[in-house]
């Protein structure tokens, strides 16, 4: 992984702490009102389960099936120490030895991550919530 590559999942792991801390822990429950859809912690659940899910597949070179440790997607403090843990992970990565195979499961990763950023982004403007500066900074929300 390139020092740039690095950058991006810091910059875009932070992204999601960041919204999370700023988030009262009511708002994970809320879904997107009249439309078939998880709720806010059902995203981040799955944002948690690919970053322990692809940073398995990295280590080995191939995917290894989708797991998730977080039981309580609707804890605030649950999914923070969740992020908090799979981001310690990500750094434990040696950025200089990826395979090509590994390095497109990075990318996998990173863009899966951001992919959920923009479905955040829907949910929190259709629950009327606020963002962090961070976000507003990044996405110009």
């Not at 999914?79 to 990826?98: K, M």
């Not at 629950?127 to 976000?135: E, G």
Request: aromatic share 8%; charged share 15%.
């Amino acid at each position: 992984m390139s020092t740039e590559l690095t950058s991006r999942f810091t910059r875009a792991f932070a992204l999601t702490h960041d919204l999370v801390a700023h988030l009262d822990e009511a708002a994970l429950g809320l879904d997107l009102p009249g439309l078939p859809s998880n709720r806010i912690g059902g995203q981040l659940w799955c944002i948690v389960g690919a970053r322990e899910s692809y940073l398995r597949a990295i280590a080995s070179g191939c995917w290894q099936g989708f797991n998730c440790s977080l039981r309580s997607p609707q804890n605030k403090q649950s999914v923070l120490e969740a992020l908090e843990a799979t981001s310690g992970a990500l750094h434990q990565v040696d950025a200089a030895g990826l395979m090509p195979a590994q390095l497109g499961l990075a990318l996998d990763l990173l863009e899966h991550e951001v992919q959920h950023h923009g479905q955040l982004i829907r949910f929190v403007y259709a629950n009327r919530l606020t963002f962090p500066a961070s976000w507003k900074e990044r996405y110009t929300v």
